[in-house]
């Protein structure tokens, strides 16, 4: 009868993944959720809910006009939990009022990005930057 040689159990290096950027992305762009709770979300649903707000950001984009170059707006929003977006407004305004009523334009003419995941309202806030459009 033969014995085989036993294998020793060898650490292996499993490689750190930082999601301290999406954290604090998360934290500055999604309004109606405190620190603790985005904390709470498990890695998968921080980054769901990042490229859910990249989404938002990439209709915007592909839908706004805007009418001057070297200007930025913060505008803030709700995503109901169907994905309707509502009460979009200006927080920080450009100094153009033309400027930032092509912002709201923007959201009244994009496409609804579908559910929020988690299937829940969200508050967001956007910077929109003249460069972020299409003339």
């Known amino acids: 009868m033969q014995t085989r040689p036993t294998q020793q159990n060898r650490p292996v290096?499993?490689?750190?993944?930082?999601?301290?950027?999406?954290?604090r992305n998360l934290q500055s762009n999604v309004v109606n959720i405190s620190a603790s709770e985005l904390q709470s979300?498990?890695?998968?649903?921080?980054?769901?809910?990042?490229?859910?707000?990249?989404q938002i950001?990439?209709?915007?984009?592909?839908?706004?006009?805007?009418?001057a170059a070297n200007l930025?707006?913060?505008?803030?929003?709700?995503?109901?939990?169907?994905g309707r977006v509502v009460n979009a407004s200006i927080i920080r305004s450009s100094g153009d009022p033309v400027f930032d009523?092509?912002?709201?334009?923007?959201f009244r003419d994009?496409?609804?990005?579908?559910?929020?995941?988690?299937?829940?309202?969200y508050d967001f806030r956007i910077i929109l930057r003249s460069?972020?459009?299409?003339?």
Do not use: C, K, W
């Open 13 to 23: 290096d499993v490689p750190r993944i930082d999601t301290s950027d999406i954290l």
């Open 101 to 106: 009523a092509a912002v709201l334009q923007a």
């Open 57 to 67: 950001r990439a209709r915007l984009r592909a839908v706004f006009r805007p009418n």
């Open 72 to 82: 930025e707006a913060t505008a803030q929003f709700t995503v109901l939990a169907n």
């Open 41 to 54: 979300l498990t890695v998968a649903q921080q980054s769901d809910l990042n490229a859910y707000h990249d």
């Open 131 to 135: 460069s972020d459009g299409r003339r």
């Open 110 to 121: 994009m496409q609804s990005p579908g559910p929020p995941p988690g299937n829940r309202s």
